[in-house]
């Protein structure tokens, strides 16, 4: 009950202009946020269909429910994943299903369309009608995709092996799956799969991440046992890819602005498995570069907040907006170039990936080309050679995703090297950093450790398929 209370509650806000969809998902701390945010999504995308369906089933007066609480009931029960809450809400959808049925299927009738997404306006089909596949990354900290296939196959799942082309993976429906073709931990899914009630999920042996996220943290390949800072790191996703790259040895600094995310993420962690990190409530701009806790730093990723217009269900007619005000992209591409060039300061870092889930090149290229102006030690390296769809020319070093090319959400991701190696003695002659954290702001960093986790017998990450080589530009 509490996931449709919840998706009310942020719709109710949203009418209210109280914030985007994004945000107040993320801010309601709700357990299952993926989970909570696609049915907000997918019941805004449905919007003018569920509202006819309310108005002529008189809905509202014969239930006494609110109006968003009938909104996001009558979506799952009709469209989504069938209504999943038990109690009194459950019988009373039930009772009125035959008549909410039949409400859809006139609707369907008069206007000519037999699936439910062709009744979806053109402003609500910004994946030109395709479903994003459902991408499930193994988490290899506690388990293997070995073990992870095999245990849902016995669930009746059936494996279809490897993709061989990018196509099959949008050629998967009901209880089939497959490996991805580019990424070796990850798996796929219809677009329909859900698996947020999962035992697999739960137990943080699998976790919930698009493709295209995944990338930052693959192509970035920190070393086992390195020391690596993911400098805007809430809710940590990628964070715990880069705890599973790094085997959980060595040290992984993550740093969040906001204290709320933080606390998701420090929740999210723990159930991964998560040892090597070390968390901190702090502004990424204002950690000293040449502090000696950072002296081992190598390897950055930097995934900054950015305008999310590559995530394809933002239909909050308020995102939209600000996704496109010419302002707020300024403002945030700066704040996207000080955060590179702040991460460029570390003595002895070697790689850099940066990352958005925006389709602007201002807040992708032109900061990156900005950035390399500003740093000229630093070059790009050409990413993934075999990946289809390249960052803006000329700087086509880099990829981008989208829902069309890679059936993925929109993302950018660049990568930079060093070209020159610091001088290791000089560093050493730094003086201690003025903000190294005092007694009172240790009290700030809050580390996470899974005293129950136990590190499974892993099997060779890599076996298979061959990493794709970086050239450098
Ligand atoms: C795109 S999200 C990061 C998503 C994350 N990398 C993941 O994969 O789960 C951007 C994050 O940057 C954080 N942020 C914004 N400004 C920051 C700053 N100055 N220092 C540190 N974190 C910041 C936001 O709070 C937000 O959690």
């Known amino acids: 009950m509490a996931l449709y209370m919840k998706a009310a509650e942020i719709l109710d806000k949203v009418e209210q202009k109280k914030g985007a969809v994004k945000t107040l998902v993320y801010d309601s701390k709700f357990q299952n946020i993926k989970q909570l945010f696609a049915l907000v999504c997918e019941t805004q995308k449905y919007s003018p269909v569920l509202q006819e369906i309310i108005e002529n089933t008189r809905l509202l007066k014969e239930t006494k429910l609110r109006h968003n609480l009938a909104k996001v009931l009558v979506y799952d029960l009709l469209i989504g994943q069938g209504i999943k809450c038990g109690g009194s809400w459950k019988a009373m959808m039930l009772k009125h299903r035959s008549r909410l049925q039949a409400a859809l299927a006139r609707i369907k ?115 086992v046992g390195g020391h690596v800072i ?87 007619g308020s995102s939209e907006e600000q996704e496109h005000d010419p302002e707020r992209l300024k403002a945030l591409a700066a704040f996207q170039l000080r955060c590179l060039n702040h991460a460029l300061k570390f003595p002895k870092l070697q790689h850099l990936v940066y990352s958005t889930c925006s389709i602007h090149p201002q807040e992708n290229e032109e900061v990156v080309s900005a950035c390399l102006e500003n740093n000229p030690d630093f070059r790009l390296i050409h990413l993934f050679p075999e990946w289809p769809e390249r960052g803006r020319d000329p700087l086509t070093q880099c990829l981008r995703a989208s829902t069309t090319k890679t059936f993925t959400h929109g993302f950018f991701v660049a990568m930079l090297e060093r070209q020159a190696t610091p001088n290791s003695e000089s560093l050493d002659e730094q003086p201690p950093s003025i903000s190294e954290p005092s007694a009172g702001e240790e009290e700030q960093v809050e580390v996470s450790v899974d005293e129950q986790f136990q590190p499974p017998a892993a099997k060779k990450r890599r076996r298979n398929r061959k990493k794709p080589k970086k050239q450098k530009s």
């Open 109 to 223: 009738v008069k206007r000519k369309v037999s699936r439910n997404q062709d009744l979806l306006p053109p402003s609500a089909q910004h994946n030109n009608g395709v479903d994003i596949p459902r991408y499930v990354r193994v988490n290899t900290l506690k388990t293997t995709v070995e073990d992870v296939i095999d245990y849902l196959k016995r669930e009746g799942f059936s494996y279809q092996g490897a993709a061989s082309q990018l196509e099959d993976l949008c050629s998967l429906s009901g209880k089939t799956f497959m490996s991805d073709l580019h990424l070796q931990d990850l798996l796929v899914f219809s677009a329909k799969m859900d698996f947020h009630d999962h035992y697999l999920y739960k137990a943080g042996h699998i976790i919930l991440q698009d493709k295209a996220s995944c990338l930052p943290a693959y192509l970035l390949d920190p070393p």
């Open 230 to 316: 993911d400098a805007c790191a809430a809710p940590g996703n990628k964070t715990s890819h880069l705890a599973a790259i790094m085997k959980n040895k060595g040290k992984l600094f993550a740093f969040d602005i906001d204290t709320k995310r933080l606390s998701t993420m420090s929740t999210l962690l723990l159930r991964a498995g998560v040892t090597c990190h070390q968390l901190a409530n702090e502004d990424f701009l204002k950690v000293d570069p040449l502090s000696p806790a950072y002296r081992d730093v190598t390897h950055i990723l930097l995934d900054p907040s950015c305008s999310g217009s590559g995530m394809v269900c933002l239909h909050d």
